[in-house]
């Protein structure tokens, strides 16, 4: 069914590409039996963007509607980590039902699913790393990015 959808919207239907690659890094986190894999690879996937954030000024709701072909590694990691984050905040299935969505993802689709824009969304994900990362010392955070790094 995925790959119908697929072909009728990727790269064609905006935000639908940065949705669909999301959602699969969503499920390769939620469903993946081995603690390594992409795109975290076993590092906490707040570090991981956290770690992105500081070193650039972009923010996620700036590069959405790009063309996928035109994103680096660093914004797909970016959109799965925040994927992980709505599911973390507002339910894994809530995040399954938007992935089925069959139309432009803007910030009225977020405001549907979600209660508020991309870009506030955003704002909450990024003011609650430093509770999220609390957890872990700063040599753990650390090693994680270090890791991810070398990955």
């Given at each position: 069914?995925?790959?119908?959808?697929?072909?009728?919207h990727?790269?064609?239907t905006?935000?639908?590409?940065?949705l669909?690659?999301?959602?699969?890094?969503?499920?390769s986190?939620?469903l993946s039996?081995?603690?390594?894999v992409?795109?975290?690879?076993?590092?906490?996937a707040?570090?991981?963007?956290?770690?992105?954030?500081?070193?650039?000024?972009?923010?996620?709701?700036?590069?959405?509607?790009?063309?996928?072909?035109s994103?680096a590694?660093?914004?797909l990691?970016l959109?799965?980590a925040f994927?992980l984050?709505?599911?973390?905040t507002f339910?894994?299935?809530?995040v399954?039902t938007?992935?089925?969505?069959?139309?432009?993802i803007?910030d009225d689709?977020?405001?549907t699913f979600?209660?508020?824009?991309?870009?506030?969304?955003e704002?909450?994900?990024?003011?609650?790393f430093?509770t999220a990362?609390?957890s872990?010392?700063?040599?753990?955070?650390?090693?994680?990015?270090?890791r991810?790094?070398r990955?």
């Amino acid at each position: 069914m995925r790959i119908v959808r697929s072909s009728r919207h990727y790269s064609q239907t905006p935000g639908w590409s940065m949705l669909e690659e999301g959602f699969s890094m969503f499920l390769s986190e939620r469903l993946s039996i081995q603690p390594n894999v992409f795109p975290f690879y076993g590092a906490c996937a707040d570090v991981i963007a956290h770690h992105i954030y500081r070193a650039r000024e972009e923010r996620l709701h700036q590069f959405w509607n790009l063309p996928i072909h035109s994103l680096a590694t660093d914004h797909l990691v970016l959109v799965g980590a925040f994927m992980l984050y709505l599911g973390d905040t507002f339910s894994d299935d809530r995040v399954v039902t938007f992935s089925k969505s069959d139309y432009a993802i803007t910030d009225d689709t977020f405001r549907t699913f979600f209660g508020a824009s991309l870009e506030r969304i955003e704002d909450a994900w990024v003011h609650h790393f430093p509770t999220a990362l609390l957890s872990l010392t700063e040599a753990e955070q650390e090693a994680d990015v270090q890791r991810w790094e070398r990955a």
